[in-house]
């Protein structure tokens, strides 16, 4: 039989898989993809609840978040999920080189086809997730190349790799439902760009699993504003919440032709095609 092909994300936060990437992740594991997820931080700069009663304290918080997202991909069907606790809201300012020997040393663990990461303007501008994506594309490349620090575990080479981006209309839709979103992201250096359809490389029909979406996102307590915050977007712009999409990074970088599958190239490969293993 054929191995399953194997799906790895590299982000910031532990929420982002599920509420950025989590109906695309739950329908391949439904198909038998291994869905890996490396989150590396804790995200424990976030909410702890309302100020008056607290749902856990800021010491808690990264611990909580973390077994939140053990939980969400659980409920997704991923084959694992880690957590590393470089700093939340200053991913930015660790040493490159730090962050990127910890994803060298789980591509090479993990071994996946498909990698998903965070596109240039980190969906919408925060700097965590600009600064996760670039080191992701760093450590896949390092990860391939077999004399680069062989005590991290035997080269690897990802074979597609997929930006998660915020498309044009989905913005413009959420800024119409939710002033504060579109005021907090005018605050930011970054500003998200314009990814309008004919930009995109990928567009995963996630129509099918949202309501599986919906409840992983509940697993993470935390962010029950935000997801209270969706659920009600959602119920106002149904289509919003249709549709997952990426640029791709490599091969052909950029947008068309615009792919439905992140695996739709690798299917058509003969199975002895496929790289072995370890
Ligand atoms: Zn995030």
């Not at 989150?39 to 100020?51: E, I, K, R, S, V």
């Not at 997704?76 to 730090?98: H, I, K, N, Q, R």
């Not at 997952?244 to 190239?265: K, S």
Request: charge should be negative.
């Amino acid at each position: 039989m054929k191995d399953p092909f194997v799906l790895g994300t590299i982000l910031a936060h532990p929420d982002d898989e599920t509420f950025g990437v989590g109906g695309t992740l739950i329908k391949y594991a439904d198909e038998g993809v291994r869905v890996h997820s490396l989150c590396l931080t804790q995200g424990d700069q976030g909410w702890m609840g309302d100020p008056e009663r607290p749902i856990v304290t800021r010491e808690r918080l990264g611990a909580m978040r973390a077994a939140e997202l053990a939980e969400s991909g659980h409920r997704m069907g991923l084959a694992s999920t880690t957590c590393l606790t470089y700093p939340d809201g200053a991913l930015a300012g660790v040493s490159g080189d730090e962050v990127v020997r910890d994803i060298v040393r789980w591509l090479r663990r993990v071994r996946p086809d498909v990698v998903i990461t965070w596109g240039p303007d980190g969906g919408y501008g925060h700097p965590d997730h600009v600064a996760a994506g670039e080191r992701a594309l760093k450590a896949i490349e390092l990860a391939g190349i077999q004399r680069h620090e062989p005590a991290l575990g035997a080269h690897w080479h990802v074979r597609r790799c997929y930006r998660f981006v915020a498309a044009a209309d989905f913005v413009d839709g959420i800024r119409e439902i939710n002033k504060q979103f579109a005021d907090y992201m005018e605050t930011l250096a970054v500003k998200p760009e314009r990814w309008t359809r004919d930009r995109l490389g990928a567009a995963i029909d996630i129509r099918e699993v949202v309501e599986r979406k919906i409840d992983a996102m509940k697993a993470h307590a935390t962010q029950e504003p935000d997801y209270r915050e969706w659920i009600a977007s959602r119920e106002k712009i149904p289509w919003l919440f249709s549709e997952e999409v990426f640029i791709r990074e490599f091969p052909d970088a950029g947008g068309p032709p615009l792919e439905t599958d992140l695996f739709g190239a690798l299917r058509g490969m003969s199975p002895g095609s496929l790289a072995k293993r370890a």
